[in-house]
């Protein structure tokens, strides 16, 4: 079975910086697209960003608000995707979601539990 966990949120000032982790277990890694996605309160969960199984750092893809802000990579011997975000804003804070999606598969349909981060103005 096939297990996501985050860490690696908590509570950060407006232009501050976190960096997320997220270790997938029960599978081989390489075989995996990895996702981020976040849900405000009373708001839609949203794409943030992904790494497809065969990309590395160059075939990231971002939503527009966090183009140059944030970025995802990975390290296959770890088992362990990252989401380093940087110059985070207030509106940003929200719990921040690890997906899986395997080789194959149409959707994202591993999710971890949640980490939050937070951002005070």
């Known amino acids: 079975q096939v297990q996501l966990v985050e860490s690696g949120g908590g509570l950060v000032q407006a232009g501050g910086s976190l960096r997320l982790s997220c270790v997938l277990s029960g599978r081989t890694f390489s075989r995996f697209g990895m996702a981020w996605f976040r849900q405000a309160p009373g708001k839609e969960r949203e794409f943030v960003g992904a790494i497809p199984w065969s990309g590395d750092s160059g075939d990231t893809y971002y939503e527009d608000a966090v183009k140059g802000r944030f970025t995802i990579s990975k390290d296959i011997a770890k088992n362990t995707v990252y989401l380093q975000m940087y110059s985070l804003k207030p509106e940003e804070t929200a719990l921040y979601y690890c997906?899986?999606?395997?080789?194959?598969?149409?959707?994202?349909?591993?999710w971890g539990q949640g980490t939050q981060v937070t951002v005070s103005s």
């Open positions: 997906a899986a999606r395997e080789i194959g598969r149409p959707d994202y349909d591993i």
